[in-house]
């Protein structure tokens, strides 16, 4: 079955304790991104990848990193969680025809 | 510069209504749009696409969509509302397929369906 994985779905953590939102997909596709979901502010793209080892800033990139070492895996890394960052995290691959396959997401919370 | 606008953040509509979701774009070259719609503790999905090969979309549970270039509009109707299409719907532009890396998100329009 076609899916992008997001792991954990829910994490509790405390400020700047790193933390690492896991993110696969199946479907060979070169596009993935992050994005982060707010109340009132829609999803906000955090960072998008093109393709292994080519990776972009999106809107809001600030207190984030990823990596893109293998096609599949395209890993959100908070090396100093905030507060300002609780939220809710979405992963998505694209498929060459322009749609995104989102995953179930990741709920974090930062103390 | 590109930007997409979904008039009214809330909608709420009586079951067997028609449903209106409203999305505006401004773009100086040919968009992609999309509908996505996210149920409660979910991800997002995609309802439908138009990629210049017709101007009326049909998407999946019954929603259809119209690109009007005139008024930069892709609104997304449905005829008769169900209770199960309650959820927040999110209008999306892009303007290169491969090309470009970012996508677009209009801020979202939650729909309730009332009995």
């Known amino acids: 079955e076609a899916q992008v994985t997001q792991n954990p779905r829910y994490l509790i953590t405390v400020t700047g304790k790193k933390l690492t939102v896991t993110c696969s997909q199946n479907?060979?596709?070169?596009?993935m991104s992050w994005y982060r979901q707010d109340p009132g502010l829609g999803l906000r793209q955090i960072y998008y990848?093109?393709?292994?080892?080519?990776?972009d800033k999106g809107d809001v990139p600030e207190g984030y990193k990823v990596s893109r070492k293998e096609k599949r895996n395209f890993p959100l890394i908070l090396e100093s969680p905030s507060p300002n960052q609780t939220s809710l995290y979405f992963c998505?691959?694209?498929?060459?025809?322009?749609?995104?396959?989102f995953g179930e997401g990741s709920r974090l919370t930062v103390l | 510069a590109q930007s997409v606008t979904q008039l009214g953040s809330h909608v709420s509509v009586s079951e067997g209504a028609l449903v209106l979701l409203r999305c505006n774009y401004s773009?100086?070259?040919?968009?992609?749009l999309f509908w996505y719609v996210q149920y409660p503790n979910q991800g997002l999905q995609l309802l439908l696409k138009?990629?210049?090969?017709?101007?009326l979309v049909k998407g999946i549970n019954g929603f259809e969509a119209e690109f009007k270039k005139s008024e930069t509009s892709f609104h997304l109707t449905k005829p008769s509302a169900h209770m199960s299409d309650a959820a927040e719907y999110f209008c999306?532009?892009?303007?290169?397929?491969?090309?470009?890396?970012?996508?677009?998100f209009g801020k979202g329009t939650k729909l309730s369906v009332k009995p």
């Open positions: 998505a691959s694209r498929k060459d025809t322009g749609e995104l396959f």
């Open positions: 479907m060979n596709h070169e596009y």
């Open positions: 990848s093109m393709n292994v080892e080519v990776t």
């Open positions: 773009s100086s070259v040919p968009p992609y």
């Open positions: 138009y990629t210049s090969a017709a101007t």
């Open positions: 999306v532009v892009t303007f290169w397929v491969r090309s470009q890396g970012n996508l677009i």
